[in-house]
């Protein structure tokens, strides 16, 4: 499949205020510019937190066609290695990102987020974007050229290192599946709503999961539209984030 090289924006969420210190976050949003053609262009991106796959996305993808950027940690990688060469067998289809060695919050400062302890210094930090850097890199694919920190919420200072350590940061426009954790017709409904120049996220890790068959069904849906499915390096952009406005 021929894709067009795109142009990314990117600017942090509404009503997310400049980290002033360490302790504030931020979650930055990505969208794709707007097609010239006026085609409708639509970019997955999936995480891979830890756990396993969710095989009815991993094959609806597969069966119909449909590419998406997915976001790995060395956790995943470790337990799920029937379904990566299953991905890596399609490299037309599957672009393999970084989300970390250990799906550790990429945030400077210790605390908590949704129950997850953070990086808690710039050290680590580094250590989990490098760890999961590495553990891609290790299987023979690709290098990563984007990064999606656990919980994709990150300190300011931790999104310049980040970037300083040659990673684009992956943010997104519509949060389809609501950390896996919404209802099938939920999902369905967040998905089939995609717009031009949205980055879509939800999850491939959570089997057991309703949200998975929404994911599916709300893609088929955007698919049937006529939605072009785009992936982040398909994109052309200098990766620079608007953190202060
Ligand atoms: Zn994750």
């Given at each position: 499949?021929?894709?067009?090289?795109?142009?990314?924006?990117?600017?942090?969420?509404?009503?997310?205020?400049?980290?002033?210190?360490?302790?504030?976050?931020?979650?930055?949003?990505?969208?794709?510019?707007?097609?010239?053609?006026?085609?409708?262009?639509?970019?997955?991106?999936l995480d891979a937190c830890g756990g396993r796959t969710d095989n009815r996305i991993l094959s609806a993808?597969?069966?119909?066609?449909?590419?998406?950027?997915?976001?790995?940690?060395?956790?995943w990688?470790?337990r799920n290695?029937v379904a990566?060469?299953l991905?890596?067998?399609?490299?037309?289809?599957?672009?393999?990102?970084?989300?970390?060695?250990?799906?550790?919050?990429?945030?400077?400062?210790?605390?908590?987020?949704?129950?997850?302890?953070?990086?808690?210094?710039?050290?680590?930090?580094?250590?989990?974007?490098?760890?999961?850097?590495?553990?891609?890199?290790?299987?023979?694919?690709?290098?990563?050229?984007?990064?999606?920190?656990?919980?994709?919420?990150?300190?300011?200072?931790?999104?310049?290192?980040?970037?300083?350590?040659?990673?684009?940061?992956?943010?997104?426009?519509?949060?389809?599946d609501?950390?896996s954790l919404?209802?099938a017709?939920?999902?369905?409904?967040?998905?089939?709503?995609?717009?031009?120049?949205?980055?879509?996220?939800a999850h491939i890790n959570q089997p057991s999961h309703a949200a998975g068959a929404g994911l599916v069904?709300?893609?088929?849906?955007?698919?049937?539209?006529?939605?072009?499915?785009?992936?982040?390096?398909?994109?052309?952009?200098?990766?620079?984030?608007?953190?202060?406005?």
């Amino acid at each position: 499949m021929q894709f067009r090289r795109l142009l990314i924006t990117t600017a942090v969420a509404a009503g997310t205020v400049l980290p002033a210190h360490a302790g504030t976050l931020v979650e930055p949003s990505l969208h794709l510019k707007k097609s010239a053609a006026g085609e409708t262009r639509v970019a997955l991106t999936l995480d891979a937190c830890g756990g396993r796959t969710d095989n009815r996305i991993l094959s609806a993808l597969i069966d119909n066609r449909i590419p998406a950027t997915v976001f790995v940690t060395g956790l995943w990688l470790k337990r799920n290695a029937v379904a990566f060469a299953l991905m890596r067998a399609h490299p037309e289809l599957f672009e393999i990102e970084n989300h970390g060695g250990r799906h550790v919050p990429a945030v400077d400062a210790p605390m908590k987020i949704y129950g997850i302890r953070a990086a808690g210094s710039a050290e680590a930090v580094a250590a989990e974007v490098e760890a999961g850097a590495a553990a891609i890199t290790g299987t023979g694919t690709v290098a990563p050229r984007w990064f999606r920190g656990a919980t994709a919420k990150y300190s300011g200072t931790a999104l310049a290192q980040i970037k300083a350590l040659g990673f684009r940061i992956a943010g997104y426009s519509i949060n389809a599946d609501g950390g896996s954790l919404l209802s099938a017709g939920a999902t369905e409904r967040r998905v089939a709503a995609a717009k031009d120049g949205d980055v879509l996220i939800a999850h491939i890790n959570q089997p057991s999961h309703a949200a998975g068959a929404g994911l599916v069904k709300g893609l088929l849906a955007l698919k049937a539209k006529g939605v072009t499915f785009v992936r982040l390096d398909d994109a052309d952009g200098d990766g620079s984030y608007e953190l202060d406005r």
